[in-house]
């Protein structure tokens, strides 16, 4: 009977200790799920500029509970998750960082990603266009010129979506087109319609001439706007080069006679040097010599 009793008793205890170990194994089994951690809006080699948007992931099977920022360990923030970092790269000096988010979870269990990333907030020369040639050029300023691929005096550029760039030249009195690549394309002008290759023309009054273009806009639908300084007037070209017309001159309308005369009334134009065109069609131009920024309706 004492033997079958201490038997009883040895089993009853094999059973406890059994199940010690179990429940102890089975809070084990419950970190079997790493504390994982992303930066997740920046690759590692990226060169970043301006204001970057960090954002970290971190997940766990317990809760995360904490996630900390660094650059070049010093800590720039923490909160939880997901957390995001407004990094404003131009308060650093360019160069090399390590990029680190580090988290942790409710049983003090952590975890870590860095990456190394490159500032550049300087502003590389690339090349420029013009000099009688094609292409992007790194060599000295080029003499002025009247042919399709010079310059004489260009005072407007705009680029559109595209990548092509039109400019305004007061000397050349037109506007030239040139691709991204810095291949001329043509201009306009010169009392025609069409993009052209020839010389330079000279200055004019009608609908299709100009009289030293100061500014160049050009809106989303491809419709060309000039403010043409010594017309007195803001002309307005279809993307095939052709013309259709001008604002100004003391009356609403776009008109195809020759430039008015400038004016002081709220129609007209006293040498417009600049001109913005808003997505709806509000014309806004910088009218110089009248001390006054216009609004016209397209």
Known sequence: MLIMEKRIKWIIFLCLLAFIILMSCGDDDQH?????????????????????????????NVGVTKVEFYIDNILRCSGIVPCTYQWNTAAEVDGLYTVKARAYDEEAHSGEHSITVNVDNIADAIGWIGGAGNGWKTGTAPASGSDYQSF???????????????????????????????????????????????????SGSDYQSFNMPFDVYVDGA?????????????????????????????????????????????????????????????????????????????
């Open 32 to 60: 079997k799920t790493p504390l994982t951690v992303k930066i997740a809006s920046l690759g590692h080699g990226a060169t970043v500029t301006g204001i970057v948007s960090v954002s970290v992931s971190a997940s766990d």
């Open 152 to 202: 004489n005096l260009p005072s407007g550029v705009y680029v559109d979506s595209a990548g092509n760039i039109y400019v305004a030249e007061e000397n050349n009195h037109r506007i030239s087109k040139w691709d991204k690549n810095g291949n001329a394309i043509g201009w306009i002008g010169g009392g025609s319609n069409g993009w052209k290759t020839g010389t330079a023309p000279t």
């Open 222 to 298: 491809g419709i060309i706007y000039i403010a043409d300084l010594f017309n007195h007037r803001i002309s307005k070209w279809y993307g095939n080069g052709n013309a259709m017309g001008w604002i100004g001159g003391g009356s609403n309308g776009w008109k195809t006679s020759t430039a008015p005369t400038f004016g002081s009334d709220y129609q007209s134009f006293n040498f417009p040097k600049d001109l913005y065109i808003d997505g709806v069609g509000n014309i806004y131009v910088a009218d110089s010599n009248n001390h006054r920024i216009n609004k016209w309706k397209d």
